[in-house]
């Protein structure tokens, strides 16, 4: 079998980790350098920080494209018109020993002659999710601006004296009679 071109030292120090010795096994070097480089994809990479969301306010497409991709996110839907472009990416997080959870990014481009506006909307159903972008925004400087409620949502703004954020926590009836809460973060330019 033809050896793979990666430093020795790399798998003599992950071999005295493991307990194993990958040089004399190259299988099992292939399965555990496929593992080792996909991990983070599959761990840290679907949620969406607030930092990232209050970036992507100013990318260009491509660089939001790029964005969403590295996270896993796929372009689910891409429409435009002589003044709007609107775009929608979803990830679907599957765990064999947890829940599986859908997030979804959705932003629309406005362009009317000197007018240029985006509007971004993050969405997620893991609640332990949405309690760590609060803490984040609290952490940021967000203070609470408004509370109001409106059909089913709760909606609360947030202001930290450059860009406010929406936050709408919506009870969702399904089919099956289920509620389903969703958390939605608004916020644009």
Sequence with gaps: MKEIPVPGGFFNIMSAAIGFSLQKHPKMKIRFLVIVTLLPVFIFCQELSISEMTGALNMDNFSVDTMMKKKGYRLMQKDAD????????????????????????????????????????????????????????????????????????????????????????TNNKMETGRMIRSYEFELGR
């Design 82 to 169: 002589s003044v709007s472009t609107q775009y929608y990416y979803s990830n679907l997080e599957r765990n064999e020993e947890a829940p599986t959870w859908v997030r979804s990014l959705s932003y629309i481009d406005v362009n009317l002659e000197n007018i240029k506006s985006r509007m971004l909307t993050y969405r997620t159903y893991n609640r332990d999710e949405y309690l760590k972008l609060m803490s984040s925004m609290l952490s940021a400087g967000y203070k609470t601006k408004e509370v109001f409620d409106f059909k089913e949502s709760k909606h609360t703004v947030f202001d930290n004296g450059k860009i406010p954020i929406r936050v709408k926590v």
